[in-house]
């Protein structure tokens, strides 16, 4: 399983407070020793991801709430599956299940998403990768998300990896000038360059960054790209991106790219469709 973010209760925390507020004041109703069991369903097939925050969510309010899961992050889960079930004080499972299944929902949705796209591009070297274009204060819950669904994380900010695009082309000067500009800067990091034509990749190829994205290239396009590179005697990574969903990223892999970047896995998310049934058991 990928390693936890290091900011995940910091998460729950901010999700908590959005919620509650002053107080969640419907729980108070409830008889403070009334106690509750229940499960939590999935109503379709799909990639299980999130438990750390639902227990994270509970920890926070009861840590009298127990949670006993049938599932682990990253596997696959059936239409009506039992995930886990839940027993603990009332008031503390009515306040946490709809932040618990949000979290579930949101992240179990990016890892579904993402294992769709892996499936398709089985037997491929092919690596599918996520894009910044996530939800804000989730980055790293739906990075970890992809990695649970087979995907991998391509840069976590603009901190761990130089991306040169075409504003930062227009600024330096030209392609080639600014990839020499980054490796001056950042000689530590990847440095990686969108291209958007043929020309600017035959460019990008003698300034020797260390990926290039081909953005939004042609299925042509993107097999002259990699016989172009092959035919060098130091290849790159190359990296497509743009139009791709799940009918048509199985070919893009096959014409011979490395990478496939989908923007889509994070900030086109629908939610898995998830429900918490309770039994109210008695002081």
């Known amino acids: 399983m990928p390693e936890l973010p290091a900011d995940l209760a910091t998460q729950v925390d901010a999700a908590l407070r959005e919620d509650i507020g002053s107080g969640d004041v419907t729980a108070a109703l409830v008889p403070a020793g009334q106690r509750v069991r229940g499960s939590v369903v999935t109503r379709e097939a799909a990639i299980l991801c999130g438990r750390a925050w639902a227990e994270e969510t509970f920890r926070?309010?009861?840590?009298?709430?127990?949670?006993?899961?049938?599932?682990?992050?990253?596997?696959?889960?059936?239409?009506?599956q039992v995930i886990c079930e839940i027993e603990g004080p009332?008031?503390?499972?009515?306040?946490?299940?709809?932040?618990a299944l949000n979290f579930l929902?949101?992240?179990?949705?990016?890892?579904?998403?993402?294992?769709?796209l892996v499936d398709a591009v089985a037997g491929t070297p092919c690596r599918i990768l996520d894009t910044r274009k996530t939800l804000p204060g989730l980055r790293t819950a739906q990075k970890y998300a992809v990695r649970c669904g087979g995907g991998d994380n391509h840069r976590m900010g603009l901190y761990d990896r130089v991306l040169i695009k075409e504003n930062h082309i227009a600024a330096a000067g030209s392609l080639t000038a600014a990839i020499e500009a980054a490796r001056r800067s950042a000689p530590e990091?990847?440095?990686?360059?969108?291209?958007?034509?043929?020309?600017?990749?035959?460019?990008?190829?003698?300034?020797?960054?260390d990926i290039i994205m081909l953005d939004d290239f042609s299925l042509a396009g993107l097999q002259a790209a990699v016989k172009l590179n092959q035919a060098r005697g130091r290849p790159v990574k190359l990296e497509a991106s743009g139009s791709v969903s799940p009918e048509t990223v199985g070919a893009i892999a096959a014409t011979g790219v490395d990478y496939i970047s989908v923007g889509a896995l994070t900030k086109h998310v629908?939610?898995?469709?998830?429900?918490?049934r309770l039994e109210f058991t008695g002081g």
């Open 105 to 116: 929902q949101l992240l179990s949705g990016t890892a579904t998403a993402t294992r769709r």
């Open 90 to 99: 009332a008031r503390a499972v009515l306040t946490g299940e709809r932040t």
């Open 60 to 80: 926070r309010l009861d840590p009298q709430v127990r949670l006993s899961w049938h599932a682990a992050d990253g596997e696959r889960l059936g239409a009506n």
């Open 270 to 276: 629908r939610a898995v469709d998830l429900s918490m």
């Open 189 to 209: 990091l990847t440095v990686e360059v969108e291209v958007e034509s043929p020309a600017e990749f035959e460019e990008a190829l003698g300034a020797h960054p």
